[in-house]
């Protein structure tokens, strides 16, 4: 991860109320479920913990994001996935490469993008 990156998320993660904000060493999500129309984060009072991300919650996120930017509909997080996977490809990057930053397994999940080039 880049220095400049670790700065960002450390200033993201110092903006967290402290009550909610997630511990040291802990599998406290570090980005958890909010409510924005009361202003408060979700709970977990079996975890006693902020509550994780739901799959539906970040699937709603990234239609509220879409329509706002004025984008066709049926734009997905697969989409999101498949074209940073063809930018990687296209740039000077091996395959190697591309498969350890995806966290691909084979060459033959790659197969299917090098064809589309």
């Known amino acids: 991860m880049k220095k400049e990156d670790k700065l960002h998320l450390y200033n993201y993660y110092k ?7 997630p511990k040291y060493h802990s599998n406290d999500p570090l980005v958890s479920a909010f409510d924005f129309t009361r202003g408060t984060y979700h709970w977990s009072y079996e975890d006693d913990a902020p509550k994780f991300l739901t799959e539906i ?5 990234i239609r509220l994001e879409v329509k706002r930017a004025n984008l066709r509909k049926g734009i997905s997080a697969q989409h999101f996935r498949n ?3 063809l930018k990687i490809i296209q740039g000077n990057t091996t395959s190697e490469q591309v498969m350890q930053q995806i966290g691909f397994k084979s ?11």
């Open 15 to 21: 903006t967290i109320p402290e009550p909610v904000r």
């Open 57 to 61: 919650s970040i699937q709603k996120r």
């Open 83 to 85: 074209t940073f996977i």
């Open 107 to 117: 060459n033959l999940s790659l197969k299917r993008y090098y064809e589309l080039l």
